[in-house]
């Protein structure tokens, strides 16, 4: 049974940084997409971040590029998402989601993913 479990939110002001993890269990970390989305209040989840775990390849929505940072461990897996420069309109529950890798195109779809975490919030004081 695929697991994930995201650890890392919490409330910071806008400016600061925050490191999210997601722990996978119940499949073979090779050849997998990992992905981030986050939904706030009232609206559509969106794509984040992924990365395929075959060849460290990374994406990213336009709205993160240069501010967060996709990467993982293999070895723990676990993949990470590394958050600067938050600000208030990145609030939202950040789940982490799973799929056997099919290529980048549609990652930013909820629909790309099969297995999901139960989320975690981050909050972005102004």
């Known amino acids: 049974e695929v697991q994930l479990v995201e650890s890392g939110g919490g409330l910071v002001q806008a400016g600061g940084s925050l490191r999210l993890s997601c722990a996978a269990s119940?499949?073979?970390?090779?050849?997998?997409?990992i992905g981030w989305f986050r939904q706030a209040p009232g609206k559509e989840r969106e794509g984040v971040s992924c990365?395929?775990?075959?060849?460290?390849?990374?994406y990213y929505a336009d709205s993160v590029k240069g501010r967060f940072t996709i990467s993982s461990d293999n070895a723990k897996n676990t993949v990470y998402l590394q958050m600067n420069s938050l600000k208030p309109e990145d609030t939202a529950v950040y789940y982490c989601?799973?799929?056997?890798?099919?290529?980048?195109?549609?990652?930013?779809?909820?629909?790309?993913?099969?297995?999901w975490g139960q989320g975690t919030q981050v909050t972005v004081s102004s």
């Open positions: 989601a799973a799929d056997p890798w099919h290529g980048p195109a549609g990652w930013g779809s909820y629909t790309y993913f099969g297995s």
């Open positions: 119940g499949f073979t970390f090779d050849d997998y997409a």
């Open positions: 990365i395929s775990s075959s060849d460290g390849s990374t």
